[in-house]
């Protein structure tokens, strides 16, 4: 890089708001249940637009959904519900703001049944991240084996939004897997914060 800026993954260096996300939250490991819920259904919302849409409608989003509280989201009333379709804050599109009351009444079936969701989801990587070492962004997959057994636990489930190209990107973005190539400044930062984590 120039000017004495650090290297990063390429995908995220056109503007300053994806290069903040990508140094501070992209890959780091995430454990918190609710925290989970959320990105899994803002990475439904981004099927066929860019992560960076969803990433500028993020506050938009938690208001909207009461901070992606499953509990909240399915009391919400018809009329609250109603209004959703019509919010400039998120995507307006009914079948993906669906979709977030369907994965809070999958979500919370699971609790219902003693599912621990953190636990449950990062079983599709053996309860640890997966530090990877790629050295070039074309080299990184858009979906894999674990993303694809994910998907489709999910989908039984009941979620919606959840093929494994979204379980992919989810996957990345919560640590699961360490896809931050080797050259770029956050590798090892986050590759020696997911040696430590525990769940």
């Known amino acids: 890089?120039?000017?004495?800026?650090?290297?990063?993954?390429?995908?995220?260096?056109?503007?300053?708001?994806y290069r903040a996300?990508?140094?501070?939250?992209?890959?780091?490991?995430?454990?918190?249940?609710?925290?989970?819920?959320?990105?899994?259904?803002?990475d439904g919302q981004q099927a066929g637009l860019s992560w960076l849409t969803i990433l500028r409608k993020q506050a938009g989003y938690e208001k909207a959904f009461l901070g992606f509280d499953p509990q909240a989201i399915v009391a919400m009333s018809d009329a609250d519900?109603?209004?959703?379709?019509?919010?400039?804050?998120?995507?307006?599109?009914?079948?993906?703001?669906?979709?977030?009351?369907t994965n809070a009444e999958a979500y919370l079936r699971m609790e219902e049944k003693g599912v621990k969701f953190e636990r449950w989801l990062w079983e599709f990587v053996g309860g640890s991240p997966i530090i990877n070492e790629h050295q070039a962004q074309s080299q990184i997959p858009t979906e894999t084996e674990a993303s694809q057994?994910?998907?489709?636990?999910?989908k039984k489930e009941g979620f919606k939004f959840v093929g494994p190209t979204i379980c992919y990107a989810f996957m990345q973005a919560v640590?699961?897997?360490?896809?931050?190539?080797?050259?770029?400044?956050?590798?090892?930062?986050?590759?020696?914060?997911?040696?430590?984590?525990?769940?």
């Open 21 to 42: 996300y990508h140094d501070n939250v992209w890959g780091r490991p995430v454990s918190d249940p609710i925290e989970l819920f959320a990105k899994l259904c803002l």
């Open 1 to 17: 890089m120039t000017n004495n800026q650090p290297e990063r993954c390429s995908w995220c260096e056109s503007t300053d708001d």
């Open 175 to 199: 640590g699961m897997v360490n896809d931050h190539v080797t050259s770029c400044h956050c590798y090892q930062p986050v590759a020696d914060q997911m040696k430590q984590f525990t769940l």
């Open 149 to 154: 057994s994910m998907a489709k636990a999910l």
């Open 81 to 101: 519900r109603e209004l959703l379709y019509s919010n400039r804050d998120i995507i307006r599109s009914k079948a993906k703001i669906d979709a977030i009351f």
